[in-house]
Each structure stands twice: as structure tokens, then as C-alpha cells.
């Protein structure tokens, strides 16, 4: 073989390794997603959750949010983050069993995100606003 031939392919080589290292790095998947995002309502089972989703408020109340959440995830780690006009409003953990609400003004009725981060997570989530 050829030197050129060999250095390009050792070049096509490493370009592959490092397309599918970033792949496996950057892991993001859902498995066994059971689910819905209703106005006032965001629900879902799953085996296997990794990465983000993301999820809108449908519907406002006068200018207050009032969100209850739980979650049952006995396996992997999750975390919620409310966002109100692209304020932090809650970050936090939510691996395991949790049972909370949290109240916050949005006298303009600003857009609300709520974002559920997992890691290798398996059990299920309620949301209500």
C-alpha cells in the first residue's frame, strides 16, 4: 500500500472514530416513552431517558403559575428546570420520589418552559400548571 493510500486512510479512519465518539458522548434518547402535553397537564413513563425535553406552558392563570410536579425515578438521575421569560425560576433534582409545588408571578403571562434533564433515568413524571 501506498503511503498516500495509508495516510488517507488512517485520515478517513480517525474522522469516523471521532463522528462516533462524539455520538456516544453526546447520548440522547428515549426509550419506552409514554406520554402527553396537555394544556395544564404534562405526563410520561419511561426506561430509559437520556438528555432533554422540553415542553411549553399551554395556558396561563391572571399573571400566576401555580406548578405541581412529581416524580417516581428509581433509577438514573433527573432534574426540572422552570424557565418564565427566559428567567430560572427552579433548577433542581428530582431523582427518586418527589412530591412539590412551586407558586411564581408571570403578571404578563411571559412564556414558561419547563425542561426535564435525565441521565440513564427510568420511572415516570406529572406535571400540572
Not at 77 to 95: A, F, G, Q, T, Y
Not at 106 to 121: D, L, M, Y
Request: glycine share 6%; hydrophobic share 35%.
Amino acid at each position: 500500500m501506498s503511503k498516500l493510500k495509508f495516510t488517507a486512510n488512517i485520515t478517513a479512519f480517525v474522522a469516523i472514530l471521532i463522528t462516533v465518539s462524539c455520538s456516544v458522548l453526546n447520548n440522547n434518547y428515549t426509550k419506552n416513552w409514554q406520554g402527553s402535553d396537555l394544556p395544564g397537564h404534562i405526563y410520561a413513563t419511561f426506561d430509559g431517558f437520556n438528555g432533554k425535553q422540553d415542553f411549553s406552558a399551554q395556558k396561563y392563570s391572571n399573571g400566576r403559575m401555580n406548578v405541581k410536579y412529581s416524580t417516581d425515578v428509581p433509577t438514573g438521575e433527573m432534574h426540572l428546570e422552570i424557565k418564565c421569560n427566559s428567567k430560572i425560576v427552579l433548577n433542581r433534582d428530582v431523582s427518586g420520589n418527589v412530591r412539590d409545588s412551586i407558586h411564581f408571578d408571570n403578571p404578563g403571562n411571559e412564556p414558561v418552559q419547563f425542561t426535564f434533564k435525565a441521565k440513564n433515568a427510568a420511572g415516570k413524571f406529572d406535571l400540572t400548571y
